[in-house]
T-cell receptor, first 115, second 113 residues
């Protein structure tokens, strides 16, 4: 079974600064996808970024980028130029392409962006 | 394009009753997933429906069930409600052939008293 671990329950960053959220996972699969989802206080889960395991190049979406280390089973999220609207819970998630077809989530990191 | 919609927003039930939660996927998406987000427990996978069939279920008792309709909308039923069923229930949809990305609705907050 896959497991996803987020070891930082809470983090704080000042506006305009950069912050990195950590995520590790455990799997015996070779083909899979990794995601970061954001859940603001409005509770709507929003897809932030996605990484295919077979791609060595790290995914980037505007101010969001990942550091994907397949051998180390690590998948961190870097938020550059943090904005107040980035305040949210961030969940790392694993998706295997087999018949299980479900997202396995970490426990989340609560990010607070301050002035 | 309309996103995933869920109804009702809030639902209050008493222990032992039944709850029905509804979800409409993004147009064109054939897969619907249900997750439970209980306080302090993160998101737990409940059920996956695709093309009207239940494809997978998480580690939940049989009193959690559902179905998917021909228009791909879905219903989650929780029978014999228990206090610990109080949670946010999230529905997500995906276009299965483009696997991985799931798009979530705003959720239904179920409170069992």
């Amino acid at each position: 079974a896959q497991t996803v671990t987020q070891s930082q329950p809470e983090m704080s960053v000042q506006e305009a600064e950069t912050v990195t959220l950590s995520c590790t996972y455990d799997t015996s699969e070779n083909n899979y996808y990794l995601f970061w989802y954001k859940q603001p206080p409005s509770r709507q889960m929003i897809l932030v970024i996605r990484q295919e395991a077979y791609k060595q190049q790290n995914a980037t979406e505007n101010r969001f980028s990942v550091n994907f280390q397949k051998a180390a089973k690590s998948f961190s999220l870097k938020i550059s130029d943090s904005q107040l609207g980035d305040t949210a819970m961030y969940f790392c998630a694993f998706f295997n392409t087999g018949t299980a077809s479900k997202l396995t989530f970490g426990t989340g990191t609560r990010l607070q962006v301050t002035l | 394009e309309a996103g995933v919609t869920q109804s009702p927003t809030h639902l209050i039930k008493t222990r032992g009753q039944q709850a029905t939660l509804r979800c409409s996927p993004i147009s064109g998406h054939t897969s619907v997933y249900w997750y439970q987000q209980a306080l302090g427990l993160g998101l737990q996978f409940l059920l996956w429906y695709d093309e009207g069939e239940e494809r997978n279920r998480g580690n939940f008792p049989p009193r959690f069930s559902g179905r998917q309709f021909p228009n791909y909308s879905s219903e989650l039923n929780v029978n014999a409600l228990e206090l610990e069923d109080s949670a946010l229930y999230l529905c997500a949809s995906s276009l299965y052939l483009i696997s991985g990305e799931q798009y979530f609705g705003p959720g239904t907050r179920l409170t069992v008293t």
